[in-house]
């Protein structure tokens, strides 16, 4: 093996201090006290490597290995740095701690490589904080503009443009953190696989080939707060009942639609919020997915129906709040078919398979051809403490993802 699994498990270990969880788990939002930590620790390391270490204009945190011919397109390899609240240990380091091992090695072999190798750490990817979800891949394909910083905002109120300033970036050179497609040869990311498959089949990678389509938007629903003793229920406008609705029609509108579609309400806020006093505001949010653009339409166009039969019958108002939409990808085959020869090569199983979650390298696709390699989740479990990844299991991904940069870079 090329890589080193004690470097690789110190790395995540390292990586798992930096956390502001109240209780369980890793919370690791972006532009916080843990961002700060996990971000210096990344950077010591990449500057002890001598590489070119910087920050784009989104707040991701690159460290650049010239090639022997500058001008050649960059091999960017990675993933995301933020978590979800009370998420694990694996997702989304896992693919950081790829990228700077992968480093290591390239420098400690002193592999002379003709394309230029960047790793990346990319920022706020769950939207955990801001809501805004694969936005350092989106900056980096330019689909981010200032007022988004200004739009979206975290629970306290403060938007991303205001923690950018508090951080030490300037939200106004956002448009800076986008690169031209012809500068990028490929975006290969690591992930942890978040489900079941390859620990019970007992494979060693999984080569992904497809990811699904992502449309996440916020439902605001306005009644009318009255007494909830002295309102009789003809004469109600109660906002709770009336998302009540929508929601438990999701699992129907969802299993009609294209095979492998999924709809999930994650966030549900009733205001004003007391016993007595009938729901006059409710937002929730809707997570629509599916290898199928028509599908997630059709979903959309359901819900949004029932929310105007639900206004014209009870007089409720409504607003729809579009936070995300990114089309299905197919990973790029000449990626794929360099991960399939290395497979190969270095005696690793694999499995082709479709992305449920979504990641960078989808967003990454829309101007370079993307890659991404998933290793087992035990249990198949994710977004919670019991996430885990044995080290073993993770090394060969790296392993793979290693032998293949230098395919790719040559
Ligand atoms: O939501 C997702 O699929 C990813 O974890 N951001
Ligand atoms: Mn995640
Ligand atoms: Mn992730």
């Given at each position: 093996m090329y890589?080193?699994?004690?470097?690789?498990?110190?790395?995540?270990?390292?990586?798992?201090?930096?956390?502001?969880?109240?209780?369980?788990?890793?919370?690791?939002?972006?532009?916080?006290?843990?961002?700060?930590?996990?971000r210096?620790?990344?950077?010591?390391?990449?500057?002890?490597?001598?590489?070119?270490?910087?920050?784009?204009?989104?707040?991701?945190?690159?460290?650049?290995?010239?090639?022997?011919?500058?001008?050649?397109p960059?091999?960017?390899?990675?993933?995301?740095?933020?978590?979800?609240?009370?998420?694990?240990?694996?997702?989304?380091?896992?693919?950081?701690?790829?990228?700077?091992?992968?480093?290591?090695?390239?420098?400690?072999?002193?592999?002379?490589?003709?394309?230029?190798?960047?790793?990346?750490?990319?920022?706020?990817e769950?939207?955990?904080?801001?809501?805004?979800?694969?936005?350092?891949?989106?900056?980096?394909?330019?689909q981010?503009?200032?007022?988004?910083?200004?739009?979206?905002?975290?629970?306290?109120?403060?938007?991303?443009?205001?923690?950018?300033?508090?951080?030490?970036?300037?939200?106004?050179?956002?448009?800076?953190?986008?690169?031209?497609?012809?500068?990028?040869?490929?975006?290969?990311?690591?992930?942890?696989?978040?489900?079941?498959?390859?620990?019970?089949?007992?494979?060693?990678?999984?080569?992904?080939?497809?990811?699904?389509?992502?449309?996440?938007?916020?439902?605001?629903?306005?009644?009318?707060?009255?007494?909830?003793?002295?309102?009789?229920?003809?004469?109600?406008?109660?906002?709770?009942?009336?998302?009540?609705?929508?929601?438990?029609?999701?699992?129907?509108?969802a299993?009609?639609?294209?095979?492998?579609?999924?709809?999930?309400?994650?966030?549900?806020?009733?205001?004003?919020?007391?016993?007595?006093?009938?729901?006059?505001?409710v937002e929730?949010?809707?997570?629509?997915?599916?290898?199928?653009?028509?599908?997630?339409?059709?979903?959309?166009?359901?819900?949004?129906?029932?929310?105007?039969?639900?206004?014209?019958?009870?007089?409720?108002?409504?607003?729809?709040?579009?936070?995300?939409?990114?089309?299905?990808?197919?990973?790029?085959?000449?990626?794929?078919?360099?991960?399939?020869g290395?497979?190969?090569?270095?005696?690793?199983?694999?499995?082709?398979?479709?992305?449920?979650?979504?990641?960078?390298?989808?967003?990454?696709?829309?101007?370079?051809?993307?890659?991404?390699?998933?290793?087992?989740?035990?249990?198949?479990?994710?977004h919670?403490?019991?996430?885990?990844?044995?080290?073993?299991?993770?090394?060969?991904?790296?392993?793979?993802?290693?032998?293949?940069i230098?395919?790719?870079?040559?």
């Amino acid at each position: 093996m090329y890589t080193n699994l004690n470097r690789i498990r110190a790395d995540i270990e390292m990586l798992s201090t930096f956390n502001d969880s109240d209780g369980e788990g890793l919370t690791r939002f972006s532009l916080t006290k843990a961002d700060r930590g996990a971000r210096n620790y990344l950077k010591n390391a990449l500057e002890k490597l001598d590489l070119k270490v910087y920050e784009d204009a989104a707040g991701s945190l690159i460290g650049r290995l010239e090639g022997s011919e500058p001008l050649a397109p960059t091999i960017l390899i990675g993933s995301h740095f933020d978590s979800v609240r009370n998420g694990g240990h694996f997702d989304g380091p896992a693919g950081v701690v790829m990228a700077l091992e992968i480093m290591r090695v390239l420098k400690a072999k002193d592999i002379k490589l003709r394309h230029s190798v960047e790793f990346v750490a990319m920022i706020e990817e769950e939207g955990g904080r801001f809501g805004a979800g694969v936005f350092g891949s989106r900056a980096m394909t330019g689909q981010v503009t200032y007022e988004d910083l200004v739009k979206h905002k975290d629970e306290a109120g403060i938007s991303m443009a205001e923690a950018f300033e508090a951080f030490g970036f300037d939200p106004k050179k956002i448009g800076e953190a986008a690169r031209k497609p012809e500068s990028i040869k490929a975006f290969i990311e690591l992930h942890i696989e978040q489900g079941p498959v390859l620990e019970h089949e007992k494979i060693d990678v999984g080569i992904v080939e497809s990811i699904v389509g992502i449309r996440e938007f916020r439902v605001i629903i306005k009644g009318r707060p009255d007494h909830a003793g002295t309102t009789p229920m003809t004469l109600r406008k109660d906002a709770l009942c009336a998302a009540a609705e929508v929601i438990s029609a999701l699992p129907k509108y969802a299993s009609r639609a294209e095979e492998g579609t999924v709809a999930t309400v994650g966030v549900l806020e009733v205001k004003p919020g007391a016993a007595n006093i009938i729901p006059g505001k409710v937002e929730f949010t809707v997570d629509i997915r599916s290898r199928h653009a028509s599908a997630i339409q059709i979903v959309q166009d359901e819900i949004e129906k029932k929310l105007n039969d639900l206004a014209n019958l009870n007089g409720i108002q409504f607003e729809i709040e579009m936070l995300l939409s990114v089309k299905p990808v197919a990973i790029d085959a000449e990626v794929i078919k360099c991960f399939k020869g290395q497979a190969d090569q270095n005696q690793f199983s694999y499995k082709m398979m479709n992305s449920g979650a979504g990641h960078d390298a989808m967003i990454m696709a829309s101007i370079a051809p993307s890659g991404l390699i998933f290793v087992p989740s035990k249990d198949g479990r994710s977004h919670c403490k019991e996430e885990w990844t044995d080290y073993d299991a993770l090394q060969k991904g790296i392993e793979l993802i290693c032998h293949s940069i230098i395919e790719l870079g040559r």
